[in-house]
């Protein structure tokens, strides 16, 4: 099928790179002519692990291509997804000002049935308001539109896998008829049948997707309500963390057994610094504040989002009890993402504390595996290192920030030898308390016994 994808921001290019893997004639299109320059010339503006290969690929068979004319793109498509920017604005509701410009041109220069399919995140209710915006602006065109919500639950990081192989598909439709051809869309996707560029020949076993079919405003709904209750577990995980501070306990032992148990599941109870990235932080205010204009207070997820500011100046206090004074004292700080495997800063913890120490008068010397040059452009003050070797060179102060798992297999002893105080704290519980402390280090990670 002919699909434009129209922003090609993190997600539009994944969505984009991944559906022309599986067969589908892809046009990416963006308001941002230096963006398209550089994806014309080859580049990948963003790190994220195995799109480069899937798009220069796609590209070699002619399945890709990047323009900046969105009427061009619109004209000649079946189905056009909308993955824009739903940046938060100041009160915390989603700006919708760029749907809305996509809207028009799609409404416009369409003629015939297209499938408008919404993939940004968007509040309840924006399918309805898209709805009307394709009817009055392209009265006079004569085109059909059938709108869809179909989120996403790609995680940074691995957002490619996410993508070919996902535990569902969601789509929210007004009509049989256009769930039909979503599925056709992720036909490949659904029944595992395409050559799969990540794994290269047969993919690890794994259950079918399932495709849930809903209304557009439940489909809506289900993206805000997987992120809040994912930043939830986050957020219950970081308070159960500081109970197990005051008691002695260990959390990393509480949440493993807490989530044997299949009702509560493993994932996202790891304690540490708090949820950081674009997603989680907007997403959560923006389903309060929709609640709220709904009437209904989610008091719940206020909460949540005030336990995960509070990390940081937990953090941060946990830092000056070991140093005493932060003033004058050189931190080697690891890790700069919100997350491993990803080189977005955006509301990344790391970042926040690194704004905070160079304003206490530390001095810092920071690497991370991808995030260096982002991070530079804000905080030139800061010194940016090499690896991880030379920014501990000389600390009174190691602090471990991003979960980057080739920290873990760092030689700690050469670290502990290059340091001037062997003092590390661990803000993601990547390291052996027990093995720190062989080594010779003061230790402190979050929620287990300091060593
Ligand atoms: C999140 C969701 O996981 C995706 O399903 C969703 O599609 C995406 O937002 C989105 O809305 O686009 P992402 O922001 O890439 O994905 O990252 P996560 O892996 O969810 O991590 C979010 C934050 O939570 C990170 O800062 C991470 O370090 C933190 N986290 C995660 C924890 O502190 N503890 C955990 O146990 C898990």
Same mark, same amino acid.
Request: net charge positive.
């Given at each position: 099928m =002919?699909?434009?994808?129209? #922003?090609?921001?993190?997600? #539009?290019?994944?969505?984009?790179?991944?559906?022309? @893997?599986?067969?589908?004639?892809?046009?990416?299109?963006?308001?941002? @002519?230096?963006?398209?320059? @550089?994806?014309?010339?080859?580049?990948?503006?963003?790190?994220?692990?195995?799109?480069?290969?899937?798009?220069? =690929?796609? =590209?070699?068979?002619?399945?890709?291509?990047?323009?900046?004319d969105l009427a061009a793109s619109v004209e000649t498509s079946e189905a056009i997804f909308i993955c824009v920017g739903t940046p938060p604005l100041e009160n915390g509701e989603a700006d919708l000002s760029s749907i809305d410009a996509v809207a028009r041109v799609i409404a416009t220069e369409s003629r015939g049935s297209k499938l408008v399919v919404e993939k940004s995140t968007v509040p309840v209710r924006t399918g309805e308001q898209l709805c009307r915006a394709l009817e009055v602006y392209g009265r006079t065109g004569g085109a059909k539109f059938q709108v869809v919500s179909n989120p996403e639950f790609l995680r940074e990081g691995s957002s490619v896998i996410d993508f070919l192989h996902p535990d569902r598909?969601?789509?929210?439709?007004?009509?049989?008829?256009?769930?039909?051809?979503? =599925?056709?869309?992720?036909?490949?996707?659904?029944?595992?049948?395409?050559?799969?560029?990540?794994?290269?020949?047969?993919?690890?076993?794994?259950? @079918?997707?399932q495709f849930v079919v809903t209304t557009i405003n439940s489909s809506e709904l289900i993206k805000h309500a997987c992120n809040s209750f994912l930043a939830l577990k986050i957020s219950y995980a970081n308070v159960l963390a500081d109970l197990c501070e005051r008691l002695g306990a260990d959390v990393q032992e509480v949440t493993r057994a807490m989530g044997m148990d299949p009702r509560i599941g493993p994932q996202f109870l790891n304690a540490g610094i708090g949820f950081g990235g674009f997603c989680f932080p907007k997403d959560i205010q923006a389903f309060y504040r929709l609640a709220e204009r709904a009437g209904e207070d989610f008091a719940?997820?206020?909460?949540?989002?005030?336990?995960?500011?509070?990390?940081?100046?937990?953090?941060?206090?946990?830092?000056?009890?070991?140093?005493?004074?932060?003033?004058?004292?050189?931190?080697?700080?690891?890790?700069?993402?919100?997350?491993?495997?990803?080189?977005?800063?955006?509301?990344?913890?790391?970042?926040?504390?690194?704004?905070?120490?160079?304003?206490?008068?530390?001095?810092v010397r920071a690497y991370d595996p991808q995030a260096m040059n982002k991070t530079r452009a804000q905080f030139p003050s800061a010194t940016y290192c090499q690896d991880a070797y030379q920014a501990v060179e000389g600390a009174d102060a190691v602090l471990l920030l991003t979960e980057w798992p080739e920290f873990r297999e760092l030689d700690w002893r050469r670290i502990h030898s290059k340091m001037v105080r062997p003092l590390v704290l661990d803000g993601r519980n990547l390291l052996d308390p027990r093995r720190m402390r062989e080594i010779g280090f003061e230790y402190h990670s979050i929620g287990r016994p300091d060593s």
């Open positions: =002919r699909i434009s994808i129209i #922003g090609c921001g993190y997600v #539009g290019l994944v969505t984009g790179g991944c559906l022309a @893997a599986v067969g589908h004639h892809i046009t990416c299109v963006d308001s941002d @002519a230096e963006r398209i320059r @550089a994806l014309v010339a080859g580049q990948i503006p963003i790190y994220e692990p195995h799109l480069d290969e899937l798009i220069s =690929r796609a =590209r070699s068979e002619k399945r890709i291509e990047f323009t900046g598909i969601v789509v929210g439709v007004n009509e049989p008829s256009a769930a039909e051809k979503m =599925r056709e869309i992720y036909r490949p996707i659904l029944e595992r049948n395409f050559v799969c560029p990540v794994h290269g020949g047969p993919c690890p076993p794994g259950a @079918a997707p719940l997820l206020r909460e949540a989002e005030r336990i995960n500011k509070d990390r940081i100046d937990r953090f941060l206090e946990k830092t000056r009890r070991a140093l005493w004074v932060l003033k004058g004292k050189h931190i080697g700080m690891l890790g700069l993402a919100f997350k491993a495997n990803t080189d977005d800063i955006r509301f990344a913890p790391a970042l926040e504390l690194l704004r905070r120490l160079l304003a206490e008068g530390a001095s």
